[in-house]
């Protein structure tokens, strides 16, 4: 995925985007890819694992030329969700559920109405919580 595309869904800010994609990176539920192209030719030059394997020269088969990496031009990143997550099937599944909330935590309804990101994506969502809150604290009260 490109994190363009998915700052622009979210309508959110690129060094936001980057921030929450990241954080699923290093939580090991999103992966970083890495993808070195010829500036000429536009040829895939290497696609490594991680940015301590990239070169600063590269050789292009398709149009001979020698690249002198440029790091704006050349490499692009992207990122997918890990193939581990993807079962969904297993998401689904209420005994992989209840196990994870177990061992988790679930998160509420409420931390939901507390979280401005929340608010902004999905304000008619938020204001049917808001309402919900006001009703069952009068309710109380
Ligand atoms: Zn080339």
């Not at 936001?16 to 992966?31: D, E, G, I, K």
């Not at 088969?61 to 997918?80: A, H, M």
């Not at 969904?88 to 990101?117: K, P």
Request: proline residues 3%.
């Amino acid at each position: 995925m490109n994190p363009n595309l998915f700052a622009e869904r979210l309508e959110i800010e690129l060094t936001t985007a980057l921030n929450v994609l990241l954080a699923a990176v290093a939580a090991r539920m999103m992966l970083l890819h890495w993808e070195v192209r010829c500036a000429t030719c536009s040829a895939l030059l290497a696609l490594p694992l991680t940015a301590l394997q990239l070169k600063s020269h590269y050789s292009c088969l398709s149009c001979q030329n020698d690249v002198l990496i440029s790091l704006n031009d050349d490499i692009s990143i992207s990122f997918s969700l890990n193939p581990v997550y993807s079962g969904l099937g297993q998401q689904h599944n209420e005994d992989f559920r209840s196990a994870i909330d177990q061992q988790y935590g679930s998160v509420s309804a409420h931390t939901m109405l507390e979280t401005q990101l929340f608010q902004r994506l999905f304000p008619d969502q938020h204001a049917k919580l808001l309402e919900l809150g006001h009703t069952n604290s009068a309710a109380a009260g």
